[in-house]
């Protein structure tokens, strides 16, 4: 269908249109597109087909044989969006301005930070789709009802006898404040969303999409819980049209046509639904769009069938073949009833006289149908990916050299589903950006946590000041070659080439300033000066501590400590004598002040040091070191 460019009605998110929309400039936009995207949606469709293994397979009427369907759509599909590295992908801030580094990095760490908070698949689904249809959407939405309010003052304040205003309970203030901030610091008020191409029209226009309308199909007693204002005389088990419209500034809700709730400004700054576009097509900004968006099935979906239908018919040739029928000649009468009677496996047989019992003719499969069932499969590769990127050695490549080159160059195919991928995250990036200034207005700490690094951040609206660039990388890349590119990295760093940061950044480092800064922590913080200077700090306390507690030690106290040998604690047995010897010795030398005197002391202080068994030490880095429990 070509739209109808010269209609009269306004359309609500134009570029100058900026007017509330009416609940007729959405249904006219509605119906108009909801016809526009018809073969879209066909397509789609189609697509889902293939991908689930829901094609039609041919079989003649009368064979008693299910249709062969191979999961080469479904693997192509998968393969392709596991090749688009999307748990590694690199986000970097350009600077502002040379004294901007500080900002730049607190901005980077937080949005990597809220795409560690998403826990859902959203990044995968939203890639798989992209190859699937052509097109994908993310969807952004500030979580209003789980953030909580901030308290409003004016509910804790009244009017004294003197007309003057002033807090009549201070401290439930504070507190009620005070829960407000920590409730905020562990709530991630952020909700990214994936939205099936089908569920969606929008607008169509080349530059950029200034509205979309999302519809869906819910059942009547859930749109009541939901929304009770609505009035409809649909039964509970009923279905009804659920749709929202949304443009830069304004959102609503309807249902069967009916506003629910809105027109509202939404506050956002932007339009919240963000597109991956690979680009398959010849033309992407031009044509309707089940020309502009084709997923990489879309060529093959006649060799996808002719590989199903010769596999069918291979099955069938090879059923017949494995078990054979049985012939019955002679009259019609005594064939017939020789025939009803008839076993085949494991059973005694009569055979009525003038009966004559044969195997049908063996039907082997012929060799044309593997042949054409390799060509096929070979055109498909051709018009896909080659098998190498699924793992597969090809034949006639001899080295694992040539087999990787083959590899890369076949992941080639994967890269522009990954760099609209990239676009879009950088997009939902500046959503992210924009939030913090428009919705949060205020502190928002992310706390997220992957395998290697943690990303505690807070960000406040004055970091980011309008500031919404971000730069994302993602690559459609074997994990070998990651590996490939961090030694790469290294041997440039050796050689002076590059710097220590591009060189953490190329070993995949998400924040190499915060590990540069943590580094040059840790050298001084293990240094030798700075180790000697926190072993000596710590004797001194430990030997004040020993001195309060366990005073001078001499004589018959001395003695009686000489029980301590065999208590728990103590790393072995003394030998006979040797604790009268040592007793002499220690009451008989000078002993320093931060060395306890005594047995008991000597015990005690072991114990601290973490010579005995349990108990904790700390360590300069700040960690802790807990020893195995034994005994």
Request: hydrophobic share 35%; proline share 6%; with cysteine.
């Amino acid at each position: 269908m070509t739209l109808d460019r010269d209609i009269e009605y306004k359309i609500p998110g134009d570029p100058g249109n900026e007017f509330e929309p009416t609940l007729d400039d959405i249904l006219n936009l509605k119906d108009d597109y909801m016809e526009y995207y018809e073969a879209f949606r066909h397509q789609c469709a189609e697509e889902e087909k293939y991908y689930m293994g829901k094609n039609e397979v041919p079989v003649p009427e009368g064979m008693n044989i299910d249709p062969v369907r191979p999961a080469t759509a479904t693997s192509l599909i998968n393969v392709a969006a596991d090749h688009v590295d999307i748990s590694n992908f690199a986000i970097d801030v350009p600077l502002a301005s040379r004294r901007a580094t500080a900002r730049a990095e607190k901005l980077k760490k937080f949005y990597i930070g809220c795409w560690q908070s998403i826990k859902e698949p959203v990044k995968k689904t939203a890639v798989k789709q992209a190859f699937l249809y052509g097109i994908s959407f993310m969807k952004l939405m500030f979580k209003a009802d789980a953030y909580p309010d901030a308290p409003k003052i004016e509910e804790y304040q009244s009017i004294n006898e003197e007309g003057e205003t002033i807090l009549f309970d201070e401290t439930l203030y504070k507190n009620d404040l005070q829960d407000f901030l920590d409730k905020r610091k562990i709530t991630f008020p952020f909700v990214v969303k994936n939205v099936n191409p089908t569920n969606l029209i929008w607008d169509d226009s080349k530059d950029q999409i200034n509205w979309v309308i999302e519809h869906y199909e819910h059942e009547s007693k859930d749109m009541r819980k939901r929304y009770p204002q609505w009035a409809s005389e649909k039964k509970d088990h009923e279905m009804a049209n659920y749709m929202e419209y949304w443009d830069g500034e304004y959102a609503a809700g309807l249902a069967d046509e009916q506003i629910v709730w809105g027109p509202i400004k939404h506050g956002y700054g932007f339009l919240p639904f963000f597109p991956i576009i690979p680009a398959n097509a010849i033309n992407f900004d031009a044509g309707p769009p089940e020309t502009r968006y084709r997923g990489i099935l879309k060529p093959v979906h006649s060799l996808l069938d002719a590989e199903a239908r010769l596999m069918t018919q291979n099955e069938a040739i090879l059923r017949q073949y494995a078990w054979r029928t049985l012939d019955f000649h002679g009259n019609r009468t005594s064939a017939q009833e020789t025939a009803d009677n008839y076993e085949l496996f494991g059973a005694t047989n009569i055979v009525l006289p003038g009966t004559d019992v044969r195997p049908s003719p063996i039907a082997s499969p012929p060799t044309e149908i593997l042949q054409q069932l390799s060509l096929v499969q070979g055109l498909i590769e051709e018009a896909t990916y080659p098998n190498v990127v699924r793992g597969m050695r090809p034949t006639g490549v001899g080295s694992g050299f040539h087999t990787s080159v083959l590899a890369g160059m076949g992941r080639l195919v994967f890269q522009g589903v990954a760099s609209g991928m990239a676009r879009a995250i950088e997009q939902v990036n500046s959503g992210f950006a924009q939030l913090i200034e428009n919705k949060v207005a205020g502190p928002l700490t992310v706390h997220a946590r992957s395998e290697s690094h943690s990303f505690d951040q807070t960000i406040n609206p004055d970091d980011v000041k309008g500031y919404y660039e971000n730069i994302v990388t993602l690559k459609a890349e074997a994990p070998e070659e990651r590996e490939r590119e961090a030694m790469l990295g290294i041997r440039l760093y050796q050689s002076d080439l590059i710097s220590k940061y591009e060189a953490m950044r190329r070993a995949g480092i998400n924040n190499p300033l915060e590990m540069m800064n943590q580094q040059a922590a840790e050298k001084v913080a293990f240094s030798p000066q700075a180790m000697d200077s926190q072993i000596n700090e710590f004797m001194q306390q430990l030997g004040g501590d020993m001195q309060q507690q366990l005073g001078q030690e001499s004589g018959a106290n001395a003695g009686a400590n000489l029980g301590n040998q065999f208590m728990p604690g103590q790393s072995q047995l003394q030998r006979p004598g040797e604790a009268t010897n040592q007793r002499n010795r220690m009451d008989s030398q000078a002993q320093p002040d931060v060395f306890p005197q005594g047995l008991s002391g000597i015990d005690a202080l072991g114990a601290a040091l973490g010579t005995a068994p349990g108990g904790t030490q700390g360590m300069p880095s700040g960690q802790e070191v807990r020893r195995n429990q034994s005994g």
